[in-house]
């Protein structure tokens, strides 16, 4: 009995002290050297995420030569459409939104299959196909339209494919192997890392292709009376690390 109490009033303290505490944290942009310098003070990475790309095409590249791209994330299917192809299809689907993805292009690769070369398009949010792009984005970029619902791609491939097949009811599995488009490589990409430092920070850096920063998220657990000072230690590492503060 007596050593049941004792269990119990030790849970109820540490119970009582976690009440004190609370989670601050603090989101900012980061440059490429901030892993090198995060390293140099001695954080320790404690989680990786890595998405892997597939890439798929017919055993001539004829998506590539078509300026399309096709390519699955897990489940999500994605088709990237030149702008010059796009304007030629017809197209229904909504556009999402500005964004920057990697794309591996059979066209440019020195040594086919499986080439791991990449290049960057700009996707363009749209609603109409008229060829306009934003000024923003119009900077000496390759605008590219983009696709993720199942039925639109395997219409726009059919389009670009020259298949004239009911499609009604077919899924993009079956579409892929009666067309003979097949995964001809794949890429794994860091999306996100997660690290300690010195004991008290937890830094966990995101990388999702929408812009060449990476965003990175401070977060520290402080005592419910420090918590402007807490936000301050944030800083002062933030600084160290030459990161940008986020307008979120």
């Not at 970029?141 to 020259?162: D, F, G, N, P, R």
Request: hydrophobic share 35%; aromatic share 6%.
């Amino acid at each position: 009995m007596l050593y049941h109490y004792s269990r119990t009033t030790m849970s109820t303290t540490q119970k009582e002290s976690s009440i004190h505490k609370v989670k601050i944290q603090q989101t900012y942009w980061g440059k490429d050297t901030m892993e090198e310098k995060m390293m140099e003070m001695g954080a320790v990475r404690t989680g990786k995420v890595v998405e892997e790309v597939e890439y798929y095409d017919t055993d001539l590249y004829d998506l590539a030569v078509n300026g399309s791209w096709l390519s699955k994330t897990g489940k999500q299917w994605q088709l990237i459409i030149d702008k010059v192809k796009a304007t030629t299809l017809e197209v229904h689907s909504p556009l999402k939104k500005t964004k920057q993805v990697n794309i591996v292009d059979p066209q440019i690769s020195p040594d086919l299959p499986g080439s791991k070369a990449t290049r960057t398009q700009d996707i363009q949010k749209k609603t109409n196909l008229n060829g306009n792009t934003d000024p923003e984005t119009s900077r000496n970029l390759i605008t590219c339209y983009e696709l993720v619902q199942e039925k639109e791609i395997i219409a726009c491939l059919s389009q670009i494919l020259h298949i004239d097949a009911e499609l009604d009811n077919i899924n993009i599995g079956n579409f892929l192997g009666m067309t003979g488009i097949q995964k001809y490589t794949s890429v794994s990409n860091v999306t996100r890392e997660t690290f300690q430092l010195r004991d008290i920070y937890t830094v966990v850096i995101k990388a999702d292709g929408v812009s060449t920063k990476k965003s990175v998220v401070i977060s520290l657990d402080v005592d419910i009376d420090v918590v402007t000072q807490g936000f301050q230690w944030i800083e002062r590492l933030a600084n160290e690390l030459d990161l940008q503060v986020q307008n979120v």
